[in-house]
């Protein structure tokens, strides 16, 4: 029966190669791979064990995640609950177009098959994402279009949005909303877009970039952030420290 040690196996066979040509290692203790990018960045993937269909075999997703060093941690549950899914990498960049399976479903026998079908894949989305960021610059830019959720509620210190206020980013978020809002007309049509567009723009333009400009308009609440976000650095290079990714 395949379980959850039978996958990550499978996952880390067909993983590897690419994983040493990019200079990742396999941290068993998070069972990811993950590596830092210059001094300020973490990048990491792992296979993502889901139900299956079958008591015979399993259910997975490639996922993984760019992260700063000023997010609320860089412990195994935060970069897991913060990672998106191979599938949704793509959806969001070329508007929710593309063929990538939400979930493989394999067992022992099919295994080593379904999971090379799933490396290239997310060799194609999610890996050549990842790889494209290199400097606060670009992993601001990542996060504006693709993974908005962790920098949501400056505010109030959430996620990785303290990253925003230490590289002093004024993105306009009213234009990754109008992205989505195109891609979801072209895909779903204006009736569909209509009945989303609130909800979309509360989460991308007035949760993020208008909450972000509250603390640059608030000089105590700056102040705050901006020791929030020292401490934070200074603990993940200590987790990062301990884990070996960094000296």
Known sequence: MMNKNSLNKAFVESFKDYAVQHNYIYLKKYDMFTKCSGTFLVKYFFVEKLSGLSKNEVGFSVSGN?????????KKDELKVSSIRNKQFVDIIKGYDNTYPHIYYCD??????????????AKAGILSEIESV?????????????????????????GDSLAMIVADDHYDMTKTFNEFMTALKSKYGISYVNSVSKAYYTGLVEKISLDRDKVYINKDLYKKALNEAEKRKNANLTVLKELGLIT
Not at 112 to 120: G, H, L, N, Q
Not at 134 to 158: G, K, P, V, W
């Open 66 to 74: 760019v992260k700063s060093v000023y997010s609320k941690s860089l």
């Open 108 to 121: 022992d026998e099919n295994a080593k098959t379904v999971m090379e079908k799933a490396f290239y894949d």
């Open 134 to 158: 290199n400097s606060m610059e670009d992993y601001l830019d990542y996060c504006h279009r693709i993974n908005t959720a962790q920098i949501r509620l400056a505010t109030e210190f959430c």
